[in-house]
């Protein structure tokens, strides 16, 4: 195998599930390449040289420029709140390096459209993570979909809920809490969960074509990490909306982190002229299927326990009947990547996939102010 070195930015949440899937793919998936973790970079040292203990990096930066003057780092993996993720992914592309982001690819799509031009100018290979893509029962319902077993869509409903920010005292910034401060997440729920139900829900039913939408922020002010001052909250703490679809369907999606008693809800329903489909994050490995076709008395809804050789990446892992789980989307999302670098072909989500999914985020946002629809 072709050694790939790797450095990633941000040894947070999401450095710990990218350094844990370039760790793992190899020993279960046939590749040209085998990823090599070089290089971690976090602006916290004592965080950064822990963290390369635990994961057995080579070698520890505070700056991430560092990285992109250095000869042995192929790949440059994004894991850093949202308003780097431009600054970064643009100047690793002028330095040529191959480049994974996490998502949203931007704080706003103009930004991501910049993103899009330097990769495409550099002529390097990217990907953005938009990992539920890889969850074996997501793809099963995207071969069930493209074999045409629904039939006709008529139906796409998404939900997001989470419950972690409904205290007033939570402040906004820094490690986790970035994400109530606008300066570093560009927007709130709409950014952060919905962007995974639009980018799903696109991969599944094609492009979405307007919207009209809802936010609203409960918790006004919250103080600030950085500043010490109590300042106002200016992320959506919800968002509700509806879409129409390209090809004629209607869709509802709604996310919070006031939905008390639910953590990571992500729940899909589509349904299609002879079938109808579900699944649910919290019993990720399931997805759930009806199908009028069937003999009337035994129709009704299935749960298809997606563990089985024949469904996608399973034959990977276990044997049939024994379950994986969330991280491993990761993993298949790394094998992915690697596959398409070997036959030279761009593996979806690309920045410039990941761009519609910003550009419909905007949409959602300019209409929450508008109170009108608005068009993609
Ligand atoms: N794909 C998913 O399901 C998923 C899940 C969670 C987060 N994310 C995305 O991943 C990104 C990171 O989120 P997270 O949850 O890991 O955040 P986090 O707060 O857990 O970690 C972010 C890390 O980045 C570091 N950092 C910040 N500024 C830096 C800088 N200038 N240089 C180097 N390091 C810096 C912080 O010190 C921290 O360790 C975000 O864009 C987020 O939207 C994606």
Known sequence: MKKLNIAIIGCGFMGRTHSNAYRRVSNFFDLEYKPVLKA?????????????????????????????ERDDIDIIDICTPNNLHAEIAIAAAEAGKMIV??????????????????????????????????????????????????????????NFLQDWTISTDLPQGGDGLWRLDVKESGSGVTGDLLAHCIDTAIWLN??????????????????????????PV??????AFLARFANGSLAVFESTRYARGHKALYTFEINGEHASIAWDLHDLHRLSWFDHRDEGITRGWRSIHVTDGEHPYMDKWWVPGLQIGYEHSFVHQVADFLEGL???????????DALETQKVCDAVLDSAKSGQWVKI
């Not at 200016?234 to 968002?239: F, G, Q, R, S, V």
């Open 342 to 352: 070997a036959k030279s072909t761009p593996v979806s989500p690309t920045f410039r």
């Open 206 to 231: 094609g492009p979405i074509k307007e919207v009209t939408a809802m936010t609203e922020t409960f918790v006004k002010e919250r103080q600030s990490v950085t500043s010490g001052k109590v300042e």
């Open 234 to 239: 200016k992320i959506d703490d919800a968002c």
């Open 40 to 68: 971690i970079c976090d602006r916290n040292e004592e965080k950064a040289k822990g963290f390369a203990n635990q994961w057995d990096y080579e070698s520890v930066e505070t700056d991430w420029k560092k990285m992109l």
């Open 101 to 158: 982001c996490e998502k949203p690819l931007a704080m706003n799509a103009a930004q991501g459209q910049t993103m899009v031009d330097a990769v495409e100018k550099a002529g390097v290979a990217n990907l953005v993570s938009y990992n539920y893509r890889r969850i074996p029962a997501v793809t099963l319902a995207k071969n069930l979909i493209d074999q045409g077993k629904l039939g006709k869509i008529y139906h796409y409903r998404a």
